[in-house]
């Protein structure tokens, strides 16, 4: 059987979430939606194997004052973002915080929280993979611009030489 647990508001970092249920993991998003606290607003699910190993993972993000939030998808298969309304967020990426890191997603990947919830349902039911009911993309993240390396030590720049 494997074990999933979930990490979202600070009394967690030290005692997850265990979720024994669909149930458990919508009223896990529910707390972090009614808890509305900006520093948190990101949730993380791990699904863990017999073995130990980690075979999913979801990285759920919540926007409390719009009621909505996006899902990252890792596992068999790749990894894979929510896809919402083509206008999604009016901003470049949407960021949402994890203990104050930020963890940004395409633009587009927000949905209505009931979708959302609708998804966890599905993922726990469906034997964590990803819901059907939504439509999915492939991000590759933001790019960077690191500016000029041109004046740094060979050894800065690749780390191989």
């Given amino acids: 059987m494997s ?7 600070p009394e967690h970092r030290d005692n997850p979430v265990v979720v024994g ?7 896990a998003v529910s707390e972090l939606v009614d808890a509305d606290n900006e520093y948190c607003s990101y949730m993380s699910v791990f699904v863990t194997n017999p073995a130990g190993a980690h075979t999913s993972y979801l990285g ?20 894979y973002y929510t896809q919402g309304a083509d206008e999604g967020s009016s901003e470049e990426l949407v ?7 930020e963890r940004v997603f395409p633009r587009n990947s ?12 599905d993922f726990y039911d469906g034997n964590f993979s990803r819901s059907s009911s939504l439509k999915w ?9 690191v500016g000029d390396v041109s ?7 690749d780390p191989w030489s």
Avoid: H, M
């Fill in 3 to 9: 074990l999933i647990t979930a990490y979202s508001l």
């Fill in 21 to 27: 249920s669909a149930d458990d993991l919508v009223a």
């Fill in 60 to 79: 759920i993000g919540v926007d409390a004052a719009r009621n909505c939030g996006s899902i990252l998808f890792q596992g068999e298969g790749g990894e």
């Fill in 95 to 101: 960021r949402y915080l994890d203990f104050g890191n």
């Fill in 110 to 121: 927000q949905i209505d929280i009931n979708q959302l919830k609708q998804a966890l349902v």
């Fill in 137 to 145: 993309q492939v991000w590759s993240g933001p790019e960077i611009d």
């Fill in 151 to 157: 004046d740094l030590p060979p050894n800065l720049t």
